[in-house]
């Protein structure tokens, strides 16, 4: 009886620390922009830096592997609004960011997922 307790126990650890992280990667990352008139700044595959002048909403989406990091900014320079970022990873807002009321306006986000 002893004996079976303790093939259980064992057992039971042996199979809690085979556990792995169930995250898959890579995720598919949406970046996301809206503004009056600004300029967005984000990385793609880590460090490609890309530039776009919008009006109104933006968004591109991209996959992206653990730990590559993750970068967007939007700089307002022409009205007074709302200005917002987004980063979602599958569809879940991972981060944001967003900022009201004067003129030169920016918001930043970064982060490594």
């Known amino acids: 009886m002893r004996n079976t307790f303790l093939v259980l126990v064992v057992l039971g650890f ?24 600004c300029q967005i700044r984000y990385y793609v ?39 917002s970022v987004r980063i979602l990873l599958d569809d879940e807002v991972f981060l944001s960011a967003s900022n009201t009321g004067a003129l030169d306006t920016s918001v930043l986000i970064s982060g490594y997922p």
Do not use: M
Request: charged share 25%.
């Open 14 to 37: 042996v199979l809690a620390s085979c556990h792995k992280e169930r995250t898959a990667y890579p995720k598919i990352v949406r970046y996301e922009a809206s503004c009056d008139t």
């Open 45 to 83: 595959d880590g460090l490609d830096e890309r530039f776009v002048q919008l009006n109104g909403g933006w968004n591109f989406s991209f996959s992206a592997d653990k730990g590559e990091y993750l970068f967007i900014s939007a700089y307002d320079f022409d009205s007074v609004g709302t200005t």
